[in-house]
């Protein structure tokens, strides 16, 4: 059957259809003990579209001490990136995902939620940007070209390994080399039937033997049936040189981006959480992976909280079911995450920072900023800090949406913005040094 939206979205109040119903913004629900509000139930939940807009002039904001600057635009829906030996930066580019609508409320959903993304096609390439001499102009170079949708980046050696939406691939990698030398080589298939959530989030271990590569829900709650959920909401572990396979952990419904805590080993994810059940449930977050852990997903949330719209219960899952480290709030949409360092300046030095690409099923919008994550003994404490702002103005107007992130070793981060098609690098100036942590001012 297909839909023709024609005839009964009309049918549809305009102010369902724009989010002017309830939903207004709860409690704080950021941290490891968030407020859980009761389940909200209705035909459409809230939806407040986003009105794109050119930079101009403009630049996002950045805290005292720090600056920004565009070092690439007209890209084609940057996604990740990732940092080279030599200081290069890897962009990937594109949009994935076919899954067709099941109910109505689908179609209208679609409808707003691509009014406030970016027109352009996904580019399915690899650019590459390269300051030669160091004066921050950058070239843009394409790297490769002809990929699936490619999301995930990780470089180990000589190996560079892509997570295009249906396979992780390899090719081999030079220091310097500015274009891939050939065709890359296929390590293993990934889940791609549907591809509800499509982006294949990924890092490589410590020590290089293993690729971690997070896979999304092929749905909200399971409305297509947990057949189609096999081999989904999980990480992989992939053997690095063989493409042997494990579920490493389960139930994250949907893991957007994975990094490796500096000096361990320790995996962790960022976490999109699932829609529906009201403007404050559930909080998308930031967490530690555990091998053979079980985060709750389809059946619980948040532990152990029970999701009552998913048939069948199952009580003895749920029963095993581990919080999450840290919530940074419902609908805030996190697409990206990477560990700080010193080089970035004491304030900033000891977190993590996380991407969030920003809300569309909620009245009061959230997300549409970087923020810090502050950690003190290994583990996120206090409050998050507005990291990169000023993406989306109070009238709704929105400039960008930021994705993946990824510090420089040498003392910057990187924002993808897949609205406006730009790289944003944010480096701090020698006042940053001197400031205070920001766990230590909490």
């Known amino acids: 059957m297909q839909y023709k939206p024609a005839s009964w979205l009309a049918a549809i109040p305009l102010a369902a259809m724009m989010g002017v119903c309830v939903g207004q913004a709860g409690p704080s629900q950021v941290g490891p003990d968030p407020t859980l509000p009761k389940p909200q139930r209705g035909l459409l939940p809230d939806m407040v579209i986003a009105k794109p807009a050119p930079w101009g002039d403009k630049t996002p904001t950045v805290p005292d001490g720090y600056t920004i600057t565009a070092i690439a635009t007209d890209l084609k829906i940057p996604?990740?990136?990732?940092?080279?030996?030599?200081?290069?930066?890897?962009?990937?580019?594109?949009?994935?995902?076919?899954?067709?609508?099941?109910?109505?409320?689908?179609?209208?959903?679609?409808?707003?939620?691509?009014?406030?993304?970016?027109?352009?096609?996904?580019?399915?390439?690899?650019?590459?940007?390269?300051?030669?001499?160091?004066?921050?102009?950058?070239?843009?170079?394409?790297?490769?070209?002809?990929?699936?949708?490619?999301?995930?980046?990780?470089?180990?050696?000589?190996?560079?390994?892509?997570?295009?939406?249906?396979?992780?691939?390899?090719?081999?990698?030079?220091?310097?080399?500015?274009?891939?030398?050939?065709?890359?080589?296929?390590?293993?298939?990934?889940?791609?039937?549907?591809?509800?959530?499509?982006?294949?989030?990924?890092?490589?271990?410590?020590?290089?033997?293993?690729?971690?590569?997070?896979?999304?829900?092929?749905?909200?709650?399971?409305?297509?049936?947990?057949?189609?959920?096999?081999?989904?909401?999980?990480?992989?572990?992939?053997?690095?040189?063989?493409?042997?396979?494990?579920?490493?952990?389960?139930?994250?419904?949907?893991?957007?981006?994975?990094?490796?805590?500096?000096?361990?080993?320790?995996?962790?994810?960022?976490?999109?959480?699932?829609?529906?059940?009201?403007?404050?449930?559930?909080?998308?977050?930031?967490?530690?992976?555990?091998?053979?852990?079980?985060?709750?997903?389809?059946?619980?949330?948040?532990?152990?909280?029970v999701d009552e719209r998913v048939r069948p219960q199952d009580p003895a899952k749920v029963a095993t079911a581990i919080k999450p480290d840290y919530s940074l709030g419902?609908?805030?949409?996190?697409?990206?995450?990477?560990?700080?360092?010193?080089?970035?300046?004491?304030?900033?030095?000891?977190?993590?920072?996380?991407?969030?690409?920003g809300s569309w099923n909620r009245k009061d919008p959230v997300g549409y900023k970087v923020v810090f994550v502050p950690f003190r003994d290994g583990k996120p404490f206090g409050a998050p800090v507005d990291f990169v702002a000023g993406f989306r103005d109070k009238d709704g107007t929105t400039r960008g949406r930021p994705v993946g992130v990824t510090v420089d070793p040498k003392g910057a981060l990187i924002v993808a913005d897949d609205l406006s098609n730009t790289i944003w690098r944010v480096t701090p100036t020698q006042a940053a040094k001197s400031q205070q942590p920001v766990a230590a001012a909490q």
């Open 79 to 305: 996604r990740q990136t990732l940092i080279l030996p030599n200081g290069d930066i890897l962009v990937a580019e594109g949009k994935g995902g076919n899954a067709p609508n099941l109910k109505p409320k689908d179609v209208i959903a679609g409808i707003i939620k691509a009014r406030g993304t970016s027109s352009v096609k996904g580019g399915d390439r690899l650019t590459l940007l390269r300051d030669t001499d160091g004066d921050g102009n950058y070239e843009v170079l394409t790297f490769a070209e002809n990929l699936n949708a490619p999301y995930g980046l990780a470089l180990v050696d000589n190996n560079l390994y892509v997570a295009n939406q249906d396979a992780v691939v390899r090719f081999d990698y030079q220091p310097g080399q500015s274009k891939a030398s050939g065709p890359p080589e296929t390590v293993t298939p990934l889940p791609s039937d549907i591809n509800h959530h499509w982006t294949k989030a990924m890092t490589a271990s410590a020590d290089g033997q293993y690729l971690y590569v997070g896979i999304g829900s092929n749905s909200n709650i399971t409305e297509r049936g947990m057949t189609a959920e096999v081999d989904r909401a999980r990480v992989w572990r992939i053997n690095a040189r063989t493409g042997e396979h494990k579920s490493y952990a389960t139930g994250l419904r949907n893991p957007t981006a994975l990094t490796i805590q500096p000096g361990t080993d320790q995996l962790w994810a960022v976490v999109n959480e699932r829609d529906e059940i009201g403007p404050n449930l559930v909080p998308d977050y930031l967490t530690s992976v555990q091998e053979g852990a079980f985060y709750g997903w389809p059946y619980s949330y948040w532990g152990k909280n």
């Open 330 to 357: 419902s609908h805030v949409a996190a697409l990206g995450v990477d560990f700080s360092n010193e080089a970035m300046g004491a304030q900033f030095a000891d977190g993590a920072f996380v991407g969030e690409h």
